[in-house]
Nanobody
Framework: QVQLVESGGGLVQAGGSLRLSCATS????????AHWYRQPPGNQRELVAT???????IYEQFVEGRFTISRDNVKNTIYLEMSNLKPEDTAVYYC????????????????WGRGTQVTVAS
């Protein structure tokens, strides 16, 4: 079964940087539009950034100018470069793909990862 696996989270001081990665657990044919979400402690999950299969990007206002979403379509990996981190960026960060096509040519919709914790200390 195909899963998304996030990595790169950790503890960082305010003003610091982290790079998150999100890769498929097995080789796939393609991944369509993908997103990074986050869930701060005690709050609901919220959208952070989106990248289409063509590389077009959309950012939520609270991260624009600080975060960069990118992708490697050969590796089927999504990245989130985070800089100038603030304590309010503390959250579990999740990767989501609208659709993944497996090597058996099955289409899997709304695939999620299990998340990676990002903690920003003040």
């Amino acid at each position: 079964q195909v899963q998304l696996v996030e990595s790169g989270g950790g503890l960082v001081q305010a003003g610091g940087s982290l790079r998150l990665s999100c890769a498929t657990s097995v080789k796939v044919i393609t991944m369509y539009t993908a997103h990074w979400y986050r869930q701060p402690p005690g709050n609901q999950r919220e959208l952070v950034a989106t990248i289409t299969s063509n590389g077009d990007t959309i950012y939520e206002q609270f991260v624009e100018g600080r975060f960069t979403i990118s992708r490697d379509n050969v590796k089927n990996t999504i990245y989130l470069e985070m800089s100038n981190l603030k304590p309010e960026d503390t959250a579990v960060y999740y990767c989501n793909a609208d659709r993944i096509v497996t090597t058996e040519w099955r289409a899997l919709n709304e695939v999620w990862g299990r998340g990676t914790q990002v903690t920003v200390a003040s």
